[in-house]
């Protein structure tokens, strides 16, 4: 006697529901999802000047980055090797807080090969003691 195997039965799950779930959910992340507003540092660069306007000073404390150097002058002559910290002391020296805005502008030369940590650090060190950057950029 043989015996018919009889065919079982296959279960389905009706997945229909999913999709239903599923756009349910992102919508409720959507709506209960808080931006934040990313933390930074806040900057001043001055306006930009017409060339007639331009006064050109050649007393403007300058800070030139490189990837293991910084140097700070106010002249080409003046210039010299400075630390992070020796730089920090010399800005806040300076009073920039309360100059006038054409007397708080540091010029910031940055090599190419400078991480952004460094560049970073530099920039804030100028904002926080009350200076206006002025990036130069080659051509």
Avoid at 47 to 65: I, L, M, W
């Amino acid at each position: 006697m043989s015996r018919k195997r009889r065919a079982k039965a296959e279960a389905e799950i009706d997945v229909g529901a999913f999709a239903d779930i599923a756009f349910l959910l992102i919508i409720f992340f959507i709506l209960t999802t808080s931006f934040v507003r990313p933390l930074g540092q806040e900057v001043r660069i001055p306006q930009t000047e017409t060339p007639e306007n331009r006064e050109v000073d050649d007393q403007t404390p300058s800070v030139n980055v490189t990837a293991n150097l910084i140097r700070f002058g106010e002249t080409e002559d003046s210039m010299a090797d400075i630390s992070l910290d020796a730089l920090r002391d010399r800005l806040f020296q300076m009073n920039l807080m309360n100059a006038e805005d054409q007397d708080r502008m540091i010029v910031l030369e940055v090599a190419d090969d400078v991480t952004y940590e460094r560049y970073f650090q530099v920039v804030t060190l100028i904002s926080d003691a009350g200076g206006i950057i002025a990036i130069v950029e080659e051509n």
